[in-house]
């Protein structure tokens, strides 16, 4: 068993302290983790840039997956764990801390995610990401935005369906969302490092729980 930890891109990348933190921190929980990358910005601007040579969907989801396995790989040497590029449907986890990126063109990073935290028989999933946590409205679009203590899955898809293309951002993917209610897996969305082993002791966290 593990606990498995969606590293967004964007925590990644707005965040290094915290990031560095987050490592630390994972060291001195009696748990083993396994870190799922996401490509952030990195990701974007490539698809761009790929895009503008005509490239693909599948292709440019390609290039989102090649960079979230740079980013996976990078941790791994910053915060000496282990990397894999292994199928997360059939990932095993035996180090204390193991990254590894997307798979599947089309998926995102919080897909391989739920899979890894169904193969590993984790029951939680923490979502590291820029925000707080989920809001009952977008916060780009609205300031009088609410802070959500919990949410059903079934109430954050009515908030994020919609099409896939490459390098789009949510919440929490749908797809992702609908394995996690098939698991009976939690996920935990938050920006603070300290909500992991708040959760894990049972305590109350700053971020939201979707379940
Ligand atoms: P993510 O969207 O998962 O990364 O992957 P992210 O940067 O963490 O997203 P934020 O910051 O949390 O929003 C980036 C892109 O890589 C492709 C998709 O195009 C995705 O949008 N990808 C990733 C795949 O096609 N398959 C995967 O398994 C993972």
């Not at 910005?41 to 969907?57: G, K, T, V």
């Not at 919990?150 to 969302?177: H, Q």
Request: one cysteine or more.
């Amino acid at each position: 068993m593990a606990a498995v930890i969606s590293l967004g891109g964007s925590f990644l990348f707005d965040k290094k302290k915290d990031t560095s933190l987050l490592f630390n921190e994972l060291k001195k929980i009696n748990e083993k983790f396994l870190v799922i990358t996401g490509g952030g910005p990195i990701a974007r601007d490539y698809i761009n840039f790929a895009r503008d040579f005509s490239l693909s969907e599948k292709e440019l989801h390609t290039v989102g997956i090649k960079c979230t396995h740079i980013n996976a790989w990078v941790m791994s040497k910053a915060f000496k764990a282990d990397y894999t590029d292994t199928d997360p449907r059939k990932i095993k986890v035996n180090k204390k801390i193991t990254l590894t990126g997307g798979y599947l063109p089309g998926w995102t990073t919080d897909t391989c995610a739920a899979y890894a935290a169904v193969s590993t028989h984790s029951k939680v999933i923490f979502n590291m990401s820029k925000e707080v946590g989920v809001y009952d409205k977008d916060p780009r679009k609205f300031d009088d935005v609410k802070l959500l203590k919990e949410i059903s899955f079934d109430k954050l898809y009515t908030l994020t369906k919609g099409k896939r293309v490459p390098g789009m951002n949510f919440i929490f993917d749908p797809l992702a969302a609908k394995i996690c209610k098939n698991n009976n897996i939690e996920v935990v969305v938050t920006n603070a490092v300290k909500d992991i082993q708040r959760y894990l002791e049972g305590k109350e966290i700053n971020g939201t729980i979707i379940r």
